[in-house]
Nanobody
């Protein structure tokens, strides 16, 4: 069984930074691809960034590339999302997901989700 727990959200001003964490548990977690998604008020969940435990490849949505960095600590089984130069459009609930077959842009096929952590960016 895999469990994902997000933390690090908060309320900040435009231009500020936050670092989100996703603590993963479960013996098989390193077999999964990990992704960050966000859901803005009144909108569908959207892809933010993804990686695999087994290699150094990372993937980003165009809207965050150059501002956000996804990283991992294999020993701690934790995935991070460093968010710099935050904008009001980055506001939403950020979810961590794990997919055995990868991370699709629409989040379909993800096997596990955390409960999310809220990020509010004011102008």
């Amino acid at each position: 069984q895999v469990q994902l727990v997000e933390s690090g959200g908060g309320s900040v001003r435009a231009g500020d930074s936050l670092r989100l964490s996703c603590a993963a548990s479960g013996r098989t977690i390193t077999k999964y691809a990990m992704g960050w998604f966000r859901q803005a008020p009144g909108k569908d969940r959207s892809f933010v960034a993804a990686l695999r435990w087994s290699n150094s490849n990372t993937y980003y949505a165009d809207s965050v590339r150059g501002r956000f960095t996804i990283s991992k600590d294999n020993a701690k089984k934790t995935v991070y999302l460093q968010m710099n130069n935050l904008k009001p459009d980055d506001t939403g609930v950020y979810y961590c997901g794990a997919g055995l077959d990868g991370v699709a842009a629409d989040g379909a096929g993800m096997d596990y989700w955390g409960k999310g952590t809220a990020v509010t960016v004011s102008s």
